[in-house]
């Protein structure tokens, strides 16, 4: 039998999902727990859960990324942060278009990432990505 939490976690800093279905899915668009940041898997959408990028690989993953940007920077992180990419494609045959809006962030710091080829809960989206960060690398005086 599934059991709720008894009381609301509060060891963690939360980025509430805005987007249209977050009154239908329990989750949260990034989690900071000590110095590691969490962001959910992000699709190429607005506010209202309107594609953005249209047909587009390159653009719809540019917004993706904009998007997972703003949710780590509301938790204090930056893109030198991220050690790990998951990214989600439709058709392999977008994988360029793909690679080329994450190289254009991550050219320097250069994260883990995996592709996987997979379907979508809409045939209009093309690419969707989650990123694990963490913190201590850009007050540590690390490099890329």
Known sequence: ????PDAMVTDRQRVPAVTAWADQLAYSRAIKVGAQVFVAGTLPVDAQGQLVGGDDAYLQTRQVLRLILEALEEVGARPNDVVRLRIYLRDYADFAAIA??????????????????TGFVSPGFRVQMDADAILEFHSSGATA
């Open 1 to 4: 039998m599934l059991r709720k």
């Open 100 to 117: 080329r809006a994450q190289f254009e962030v991550f050219e320097v710091v250069r994260p883990t990432c995996t592709f996987v080829q």
